[in-house]
């Protein structure tokens, strides 16, 4: 199971869970899921259903969505409503005896609350994913944020094995450098840089090629 995380919301890690999807199914199955998700008015729209598009197959599934474009566990305040972990490893548990591989993304940055007493890094670890990937957007700001996600994930514990920046909307004087920075604030490898584009495009890129063998060897740190 791959686990995506990012530094923050809005970041584009739908984007990549779509293109990580797309190059997977090229040779196996692959499911995509979101079981937490805010800011939700028609599941049409949503970020899971975009997954649930780029998935081998649809899986039933029950998940936490909320109307309100808050964090989860203030929209689900609003709605009188708890997330509930156990749940959602459970729904992963039951989907990943059903295809090759499940790419579960998480809401919102890696330590966003779930509850008052629960973040997604919580989450992470409970889920025990064979790889979790933080995503970054490849701009100004992402080396204090890597930074900062990985040494709070070292805390935890939670072991995240690699990174993946994003092209960001607009491309400032710090995007295409940071990949080379990014060693300098920590020690979690950067496994693809990736430009703009749909996410069948990226999925057929060198780059997408290389972090889906890199996860399908179990080897994101070289190992």
């Given at each position: 199971?791959?686990?995506i995380?990012?530094t923050?919301?809005?970041?584009?890690?739908?984007?990549f869970?779509?293109?990580?999807?797309?190059?997977?199914?090229?040779?196996?199955?692959?499911?995509?899921l979101?079981?937490v998700?805010?800011?939700?008015?028609h599941?049409?729209?949503?970020?899971?259903?975009?997954?649930?598009?780029?998935?081998?197959?649809h899986?039933?599934?029950?998940?936490?969505?909320?109307?309100?474009?808050?964090s989860?566990?203030?929209?689900?305040?609003?709605?009188?409503?708890?997330?509930?972990?156990?749940?959602?490893?459970?729904?992963?548990r039951?989907?990943?005896?059903?295809?090759?591989?499940?790419?579960?993304?998480l809401?919102?940055?890696?330590f966003s609350?779930?509850?008052?007493?629960?973040s997604?890094?919580?989450?992470?670890v409970?889920?025990?994913?064979d790889?979790?990937?933080?995503?970054?957007?490849?701009?100004?700001?992402?080396?204090?944020?890597?930074?900062?996600?990985?040494?709070?994930a070292?805390?935890?514990?939670?072991?995240?094995?690699?990174?993946?920046?994003?092209?960001?909307?607009?491309?400032?004087?710090?995007?295409?450098?940071?990949?080379?920075?990014?060693?300098?604030v920590?020690?979690?490898?950067?496994l693809?840089?990736?430009?703009?584009?749909?996410?069948?495009?990226?999925?057929r890129?060198?780059?997408?090629?290389?972090?889906?063998?890199?996860?399908?060897?179990g080897?994101?740190?070289?190992?």
């Amino acid at each position: 199971m791959i686990l995506i995380g990012g530094t923050g919301t809005s970041i584009g890690k739908t984007h990549f869970a779509e293109a990580l999807l797309h190059a997977w199914r090229q040779a196996a199955s692959a499911v995509g899921l979101k079981p937490v998700e805010s800011g939700v008015v028609h599941f049409a729209g949503s970020d899971a259903a975009r997954l649930a598009a780029a998935s081998s197959f649809h899986v039933k599934h029950s998940a936490f969505v909320f109307a309100a474009p808050l964090s989860p566990h203030l929209a689900a305040r609003d709605e009188g409503a708890e997330i509930h972990p156990d749940a959602i490893v459970e729904l992963v548990r039951d989907v990943r005896t059903q295809a090759d591989a499940v790419v579960v993304e998480l809401a919102g940055g890696l330590f966003s609350p779930l509850t008052n007493a629960l973040s997604n890094a919580d989450l992470a670890v409970r889920l025990a994913p064979d790889t979790l990937l933080l995503v970054a957007p490849d701009r100004l700001g992402v080396l204090h944020d890597v930074a900062a996600t990985t040494r709070a994930a070292s805390t935890v514990p939670l072991r995240i094995d690699g990174i993946v920046l994003l092209a960001p909307e607009h491309a400032d004087p710090s995007t295409g450098r940071n990949a080379g920075e990014l060693p300098h604030v920590t020690t979690v490898p950067v496994l693809g840089v990736l430009p703009r584009g749909a996410p069948t495009e990226l999925a057929r890129l060198p780059a997408m090629g290389r972090i889906v063998k890199a996860i399908a060897e179990g080897r994101p740190r070289g190992r």
